[in-house]
């Protein structure tokens, strides 16, 4: 879990600094087009066929960086939120 908060903790400056240049430069018509067509995308290892694997992993795809940082706010928040239960449980 230490190694994902890590993980995390790196990405979020990168994608926030990617927004802001992004943002910046908006005027300009080929980083928006190139933007337009980013495209994130990841499977989940919680699907209901995982277990018995009938099925491939179902992929998730976003198109906005906003929305990307904003689930990778809510990823981070839950692994401190997790961690925070485990040291008080130690403790």
Known sequence: ???DLLRLEQYLPLLTNLIL?????SAGQSINQQIS???VQWASAL???SAFKLKGP???QIDSLKYELG????????TLRERAFEVLSEG
């Open 47 to 49: 699907g209901s066929s």
């Open 71 to 78: 689930m990778t706010l809510f990823v981070y928040g839950a």
């Open 21 to 25: 240049q992004v943002e910046s430069v």
């Open 58 to 60: 179902k992929f998730y």
């Open 1 to 3: 879990m230490f190694q």
């Open 37 to 39: 067509n980013l495209r």
